[in-house]
């Protein structure tokens, strides 16, 4: 169930002034800790501690491979890749990595089943609560729960 709050859009500069939108909500984050204890009870032989080792061990192999220049493909969730927030220079001479190249940023896409083609139908939509009131907590179950495509 994917959980939203309405928020109205309060930029002036933007086509869609003065207009109501939703944003996704999440509740909780779940880290590898948690992760491994839910995959641990899915009927695998597998303990939480044996699944915590290999998806940590899993996140440090992304990262060197991708200071290393490739791109990790994880079939069924993402391929992961590094991008740059990068500054122009007047001309190519003048660029230097230290001056114009001002962050390395992730890069996610989602790929198979986690792609949003695939997800379309499977998808069911709840108002979380009052985006504008500062709660951020409240559930608020309303009518306004749709199964739609994303």
């Known amino acids: 169930m994917i959980r939203y709050k309405k928020y109205l859009n309060s930029n002036p500069e ?16 779940i880290g590898i800790d948690k ?3 839910h995959m ?10 044996c699944i915590k080792g290999v998806l940590q061990d899993m996140v440090a192999c ?3 491979l991708l200071l290393e220049g490739k791109n990790v493909k994880i079939e069924d969730l993402a391929i992961f890749s ?12 003048e660029f230097s990595p230290a001056a114009n190249i001002k962050a390395c940023t992730l890069r996610c ?11 379309k139908g499977d998808v069911e939509y709840r108002e ?19 199964k739609d495509g994303m």
């Open 109 to 119: 896409r989602a790929t198979g089943q986690l792609r949003p083609a695939t997800m």
């Open 82 to 93: 590094v991008g740059m927030t990068t500054t122009g220079a007047e001309t190519a001479k």
């Open 62 to 64: 992304i990262k060197e």
């Open 14 to 29: 933007s086509k869609g002034y003065n207009k109501w939108y939703a944003r996704a909500v999440a509740e909780e984050t």
């Open 35 to 37: 992760l491994s204890a």
């Open 128 to 146: 979380y609560g009052d985006y504008s009131s500062g709660a951020t907590n409240k559930k608020t179950d309303t009518s306004e729960v749709g």
């Open 40 to 49: 641990a009870n899915h009927n695998t032989p597998f303990s939480k501690g």
